[in-house]
């Protein structure tokens, strides 16, 4: 999996409170994970959309996810759960 698209999009979102604004790109994700559910980059982006809404309660379901799929960072993606959770 290449992080580079990933990357650019997030480049084109900056500030990341315009990442509403593309909606399309929410919709590309979703398609991106069902056709290949073990694509963290996708959910990592994904993540920081509902981060913007927020939505709480899918941001962790997200990182649920993460820490299964994206083993080596578990401990991170543990941290950003706490965090959102401690942000309630």
Known sequence: MN??????IRGLMKPMQNILKYDKIKNSLEKIIEANPECYH???LLLEWYEQVPDAKKCVEIIEILVKIDSIRAKYWSWRR???LNNK
């Open 82 to 84: 706490n965090k959102i």
């Open 3 to 8: 992080e580079s698209p990933y990357s650019y």
């Open 42 to 44: 996708a959910y990592s």
